[in-house]
């Protein structure tokens, strides 16, 4: 594996996802208010552990993926937060990473998701203006329009809904932001 890149803010820190993040994931996902959003069925242990998975995959196969969250000072999962490339049925091709969020219900109300947003944008836009990556002059982000407390995240984070789509029988918004030149 190479170097694995970790990221900090005020009160978080953010690395890649390990094995033992698994049990808190998959909590995370059975949880009711975490999937309202995300079709509505909690996740069962077979679902996290594919998206545990995924998100290693991603890191080996795209060179960037999803950081496990953590509070400063801890080593509990928390969230996750990162870049995707999802290849889905129904919605148009991004062509650029796509950012993702979601937290534990503890976390939610305390202003984590923005700053950890934040946090892995500042990341990707550093990636642009260096030239290491120019997929990350802009991302994206696919949002259901009822999920009041992502959108807030997204806005304060620079991003602004470009158009509309399905997913899985879904409306989703459809979001980007730009890289600063």
């Given amino acids: 594996m190479e170097h694995e890149i970790v990221l900090y803010s005020e009160r978080l820190l953010m690395r890649r996802p390990r094995l033992s993040d698994f049990d808190r994931l998959a909590a995370m996902w059975a949880h009711p208010s975490v999937v309202t959003h995300f079709g509505g069925k ?3 242990r077979e679902d996290s552990w594919n998206r545990l998975l995924r998100y290693v995959g991603h890191w080996e196969l795209m060179g960037y993926g999803m950081w496990t969250v ?3 000072g801890e080593d509990l999962h ?5 870049f995707l490339h999802g290849e ?6 991004f ?3 796509e950012a993702a969020w979601s937290f534990h219900p503890e976390a939610h109300g305390q202003g984590y998701g923005s700053e950890a947003v934040a946090c892995v944008l500042e990341w990707a836009d550093q990636q642009a203006a260096s030239g290491a990556d120019p997929r990350f002059a802009r991302t994206v982000a696919m949002i259901n329009p009822a999920n009041a407390a ?7 984070c620079g991003f602004s809904i470009f158009g509309e789509s399905r997913y899985h029988d879904h409306l989703v918004g459809l979001w980007e932001r730009h890289a600063p030149a």
């Fill in 42 to 44: 909690p996740f069962d």
């Fill in 78 to 82: 928390m969230g996750d937060v990162g």
């Fill in 88 to 93: 889905r049925m129904g919605v148009p091709a």
């Fill in 70 to 72: 953590t509070r400063l």
């Fill in 95 to 97: 062509g650029n990473p």
């Fill in 150 to 156: 992502s959108i807030v995240v997204a806005r304060r």
